[in-house]
């Protein structure tokens, strides 16, 4: 079944600097990658996605980029704020019957002000 | 509230009692997921449904979880005889599936369930 890394576990950043969070996923027919933000005691929340078929994705502050040769792909978030802080998980999964998302382990972004 | 919502949002039980969830998904979405999550760690997924059919359900999913969808609206997810093991997040999704590309899950708030 899919594979999916996810790294650095923690991340601190000063306010206003970028943040770069990286995963790898092990199964080349995945072609669906979505990222979500979960605040504490939150719901997870979808903040951007990407499709196998792009290499870049834009959302104001928010990027995400896909290398399939490499098999992995990144969230940049630019310009961060204190409200930027929360775990965010990156996601794999592939068109089918069924669409099985697989997980990475999340990482903490901590922005300080 | 069009938003997927779960009840209880919190649930405290004894061991070896029986407890029951609930997920209300999004109205029109057809496609309804359960996932687990445990403190440091994403969501692991536990089964979906797609209208009132139960089509896949984990490895994770011992003989003590059975989940139901009967009418192809709401569904619940029931535990049986609680381990202390079971003490977890549980998430219900849903999504809108129309055969073509993968369509985007909506979490609802989650049940905390702690097994004393």
């Known amino acids: 079944g899919e594979n999916v890394e996810q790294h650095p576990s923690t991340l601190s950043v000063q306010e206003g600097d970028s943040a770069v969070i990286k995963c790898t996923y092990s199964d080349s027919a995945s072609n669906y990658f979505p990222w979500y933000k979960q605040e504490l005691g939150k719901r997870p929340q979808l903040i951007i996605d990407i499709r196998s078929n792009v290499g870049e994705k834009k959302d104001q502050r928010i990027a995400v980029t896909l290398n399939k040769t490499a098999k992995h792909f990144s969230l940049h978030i630019t310009e961060t704020q204190p409200e930027d802080s929360a775990v965010y998980f990156c996601a794999a999964s592939k068109a089918g019957g069924y669409q099985k998302v697989t997980f990475g382990i999340g990482t903490k972004l901590q922005v300080i002000p | 509230d069009t938003g997927v919502s779960q009840n209880p949002r919190h649930k405290i039980t004894k061991r070896g009692q029986n407890v029951t969830f609930r997920c209300d998904p999004i109205?029109?979405?057809?496609?309804l997921y359960w996932y687990r999550q445990t403190l440091g760690q994403g969501p692991e997924f536990l089964t979906y449904?797609?209208?009132?059919?139960?089509?896949?359900k984990s490895r994770l999913l011992s003989d003590r979880f059975s989940a139901e969808r009967p009418k192809g609206s709401f569904s619940t997810l029931e535990i049986q005889r609680t381990e202390q093991g079971d003490s977890a997040m549980y998430l219900c999704a849903s999504s809108l599936y129309s055969g073509a590309l993968q369509e985007t899950q909506y979490f609802g708030p989650g049940t905390r369930l702690l097994v004393l």
């Open positions: 449904f797609q209208n009132e059919a139960q089509l896949e």
């Open positions: 109205s029109e979405h057809n496609r």
